[in-house]
């Protein structure tokens, strides 16, 4: 493969068109979609358009304020899929417990409590435990200023909320590092926290092109990236890079077509929990058994840093994958592990999986821009992966086993709640 087929300045000048934040679910994310298609027939691929509906929450009041040894409202982020409080709120006692350790937690029971990190499943399901009435989690650091002063929050996870009555759940919200210490400094003792949210119905969508591979034709491959962003930042870097490489790549075999059928996808609302690919994976269950490999790209594009691959298949997969990019001269390593990002949803119904990955700054922030891209960088991972897809799509047989390890097919299990 010549240097001179892929172009990374066509790769920055296509991520510069959706500098702009696409939450799953909004008009600009039905836009980005729009412009993907557009940017798809420009150089003569159909495509088609998969939309999903998804629930999300719309939080209409999130606020927490100290009333005693004083009394003052912060700034607050509210956590969606955990419940309402009563309109007036929740007025407890008021606990800093760290890390949310066992000993923090054995004097919680009925408190509001502050924990140090960000609330994921196995934390929200120990507070549950501990008995408490609500709790904050601290996000940001001590030198922040502006837009860095608004506090980060969570979903609860889907399965985590289905799997408990209205009266477990506990609601919450986060703060800011700055505020915190205040907060521990003054010596809050009682606190009042109110979370008032409701359930929603969003649309999101999937696009999708693909090339129809020759004397093959009946097994594909997928290459895929996410589209949408989270809502603090415009996500150049998380994904519109990944996109941009797969939109390349598609260009690529386009004009040198390949012996399988090769399928190109953008997913949307990933930043919900790869909802785009659990989507695709259902609705396109009954031609799952002719898929071969998942090649997802997911945080790329800028100029210093290092590019891993995460492998969920067989130990092989690896070696294979290590030969391919000494034969472009381009650096890499590999990981034999589960990834968080798409390629887990493949690799979760018994596809071979991977995600190209490289190194970098800002990734769910408003600093997550275009102008922290590089050409040069986005040329490279596109050369890598097109040289990877080229010579699977090309070869006699499958080079490794077509199953998943168990042990991960135990971390899937649990990764998706099952």
């Known amino acids: 493969m010549s240097k ?3 172009s990374g300045q066509r790769q920055m000048d296509f991520v510069s068109k959706f500098n702009y934040i696409r939450e799953a679910g909004t008009p600009t994310e039905e836009k980005a979609a729009s412009l993907i298609q557009a940017e798809l027939k420009s150089f003569g691929m159909e495509s088609r358009i998969e939309e999903f509906s998804f629930d999300a929450w719309g939080i209409r009041k999130a606020e927490l304020t100290i009333t005693e040894p004083y009394h003052k409202t912060y700034q607050v982020t509210g956590y969606q899929r955990c419940g ?6 929740v007025e407890a006692e ?3 417990v760290e890390n949310g350790d066992d000993i923090s937690l054995s004097h919680a ?9 960000i609330v994921r499943k196995d934390l929200y399901l120990r507070l549950i435990k501990a008995g408490v009435a609500g709790f904050v989690s601290i996000s940001g650091s001590p030198v922040d200023e502006g837009e860095d002063r608004i506090p980060r929050a969570a979903a609860i996870p889907q399965k985590v909320y289905e799997s408990l009555n209205e009266k477990e759940l506990i609601q919450g919200v986060g703060v800011h590092y700055l505020d915190a210490v205040e907060m521990v400094t003054r010596g809050a003792k009682k606190a009042q926290l109110t979370l008032i949210q409701e359930e929603v119905k969003r649309t999101s969508r999937n696009v999708e092109a693909r090339i129809q591979g020759t004397d093959r034709a009946d097994e594909i491959l997928t ?3 996410h589209y949408d962003s989270v809502p603090e930042g415009p996500g150049a870097y998380d994904n519109m890079a990944g996109a941009a490489i797969i939109m390349e790549v598609c260009r690529y075999l386009k004009e040198h077509q390949p012996r399988r059928t090769v399928e190109f996808v ?12 659990r989507h695709y994976v259902k609705l396109h269950q009954q031609e799952l058994n002719q898929h071969r490999f998942n090649m997802n790209v997911d945080l790329a594009g800028q100029l210093v840093g290092g590019n891993v691959i995460g492998v969920t298949a067989d130990p092989s997969v690896c070696a294979m994958l290590t030969y391919l ?3 472009t001269g381009i650096g890499m390593t590999t990981k034999n592990q589960i990834w968080g990002s798409d390629s887990n949803t493949f690799a979760w119904k018994g596809i071979p999986a991977m995600t190209l990955n490289r190194d970098g700054f800002g990734m769910h922030t408003h600093y997550d821009t275009v102008e922290l891209l590089s050409a040069w960088s986005l040329e490279r991972s596109a050369r890598l992966l097109a040289h990877i897809a080229e010579s699977l799509s090309d070869i006699d047989s499958m080079p490794f086993p077509q199953n998943i ?8 299990n649990e990764y998706f709640g099952v």
């Open 223 to 225: 290459l895929t990236a």
């Open 266 to 277: 953008w997913f949307g609302a990933e930043e919900k929990g790869l909802l785009g690919s």
């Open 325 to 327: 990019a000494r034969e």
């Open 84 to 89: 309402s409080t009563a309109e007036e709120g």
């Open 4 to 6: 001179n087929t892929i």
């Open 109 to 117: 029971a009925g408190k509001i409590v502050m924990v140090n990190e």
């Open 94 to 96: 008021f606990l800093y």
């Open 405 to 412: 390890p168990e042990e991960f097919k135990k971390q899937l």
